[in-house]
T-cell receptor, first 114, second 116 residues
Framework: AQSVTQLDSQVPVFEEAPVELRCNYS??????LFWYVQYPNQGLQLLLK??????LVKGINGFEAEFNKSQTSFHLRKPSVHISDTAEYFC????????????FGTGTLLAVQP | GAGVSQSPSNKVTEKGKDVELRCDPI?????LYWYRQRLGQGLEFLIY????????KSGLPSDRFSAERTGESVSTLTIQRTQQEDSAVYLC??????????????FGPGTRLTVT
């Protein structure tokens, strides 16, 4: 069965510092990988996705993530964060198929401090 | 255009009562999902609708939970005889036909359900 692990429940970081949010998954088949972001009092928004091809994917707001098949990881990075990046970040995996339901991690709260 | 909307935004109910949650997907989206987010946990898949196909109910936690969708429009999630463990945020998402195969889902703001 698929599962997604986000080991860090909260990541505090100062403004303009780099950040990496970790995501590991387990699956016996090829997967599609996603990062969603939930800003305070808002719904989830797609940040970026890996479907195939280049393992480095770029998303909105300067975020990027790298798919590493051997390490079954899909870590999210940003070289310089802003206060407005404060939000909950969810990693998700899908095996595709007829339903294509998403399996989510427990989320990481990115808390950007001035 | 309008995004996915859900109502009510908040619902407080007494244990044992039935509740009905509503989701209006983005117009033209054929796929619709319901998820549940308990405090401190990730989202759990509940049910999936795609056009007129039989829904995938594999995530429903018990027979107290049911959902309906008429065509490609509104969906309702019903929880009968609510229990305290049903307290959670219930999220609805929709996808256009092709993106439904690729996991790109558009989420509503959720309904926060509190069972007292």
């Amino acid at each position: 069965a698929q599962s997604v692990t986000q080991l860090d429940s909260q990541v505090p970081v100062f403004e303009e510092a780099p950040v990496e949010l970790r995501c590991n998954y387990s699956s016996s088949v090829s997967v599609y990988l996603f990062w969603y972001v939930q800003y305070p009092n808002q719904g989830l928004q797609l940040l970026l996705k890996y479907l195939s091809g280049s393992t480095l994917v770029k998303g909105i707001n300067g975020f990027e993530a790298e798919f590493n098949k051997s390490q079954t990881s899909f870590h999210l990075r940003k070289p310089s964060v802003h206060i407005s990046d404060t939000a909950e970040y969810f990693c998700a995996v899908s095996e595709g198929g007829a339903t294509n339901k998403l399996i989510f991690g427990t989320g990481t709260l990115l808390a950007v401090q001035p | 255009g309008a995004g996915v909307s859900q109502s009510p935004s908040n619902k407080v109910t007494e244990k044992g009562k039935d509740v009905e949650l509503r989701c209006d997907p983005i117009s033209g989206h054929t796929a619709l999902y319901w998820y549940r987010q308990r405090l401190g946990q990730g989202l759990e898949f509940l049910i999936y609708f795609q056009g007129n196909s039989a829904p995938d109910k594999s995530g429903l936690p018990s027979d107290r939970f049911s959902a309906e969708r008429t065509g490609e429009s509104v969906s309702t999630l019903t929880i009968q005889r609510t229990q305290q463990e049903d307290s959670a945020v219930y999220l609805c998402a929709s996808s256009p036909g092709t993106s439904a195969l690729l996991g790109e889902q558009y989420f509503g703001p959720g309904t926060r359900l509190t069972v007292t």
